[in-house]
């Protein structure tokens, strides 16, 4: 157990839909991280959050939008979705604003949209 | 952040020593070097980090050359169980942000 806590575990909709996907770091942690991973995709770099400020982006679509909340907790928005956001969304803490190393992932939202 | 390239897929047989090579040219001077399991349907789980020449712990030994711009992952006598996905990342230290990106990893298939 990593002790970064994700929910749903999973998810179904359909498309044109919004979700909201949230995530606990771990107790100490002031970093989050989202990663998305298509099926066969290696972990796509989405956003990081410290300490409630967005710290650095990738990837990540118009469509979604993250924050980071003053208890620590992160959430990752998804909307007007599509047939292609079908994906594992992952979300991974560390204490600092820079990565020191490891990184601690939780066990994934699995989103499938129809 | 330095790009990193790996082998797309290994075979191995149990009890077999598998050596998982990563190349990562442009490393810089404050990057350190770290490897990350994983299973399917699981999030990614650290294995061992380093900086310069070798590291053990428990599970693995990382080797890394005195010129940096590579780093192999050694796994003693493989079971089946560590048939998983190897990534290794190259960052950190201080002075570096975020943009945390994997590669494509390392499929490890190890069979009986």
């Known amino acids: 157990d990593s002790g970064v806590t994700q929910t749903p575990k999973h998810l179904i909709t359909a498309t044109g839909q919004r979700v909201t996907l949230r995530c606990s770091p771990r107790s100490g942690d002031l970093s989050v991280y989202w990663y998305q991973q298509s099926l066969d995709q290696g972990l796509q770099f989405l956003i990081q959050?410290?300490?409630?400020?967005?710290?650095a982006k990738g990837n990540i679509l118009e469509r979604f939008s993250a924050q980071q909340f003053p208890d620590l907790h992160s959430e990752l928005n998804l909307s007007s979705l599509e047939l292609g956001d079908s994906a594992l969304y992952f979300c991974?803490?560390?204490?600092?604003?820079?990565?020191?190393?490891?990184?601690?992932f939780g066990e994934g939202s699995r989103l499938t949209v129809l | 952040l330095a790009k990193t390239t790996q082998p797309i897929s290994m075979d191995s047989y149990e009890g077999q020593e598998v050596n998982i090579t990563c190349s990562h040219n442009n490393i810089a001077t404050n990057d350190y070097i770290t490897w990350y399991q994983q299973f399917p349907s699981q999030g990614p789980r650290f294995i061992i980090q380093?900086?310069?020449t070798k590291v053990t712990n428990e599970v693995a030994s990382l080797f890394i050359p005195a010129d940096r711009k590579s780093s192999t992952l050694s796994l003693p006598r493989v079971s089946l169980s560590d048939t998983a996905v190897y990534y290794c990342l190259v960052g950190g230290g201080s002075g570096n942000t975020g943009k945390l990106i994997f590669g494509q990893g390392t499929t490890l298939q190890v069979k009986p």
């Open positions: 959050y410290y300490n409630g400020e967005e710290r």
């Open positions: 380093g900086y310069k």
């Open positions: 991974a803490s560390s204490v600092g604003p820079e990565y020191d190393g490891e990184l601690f």
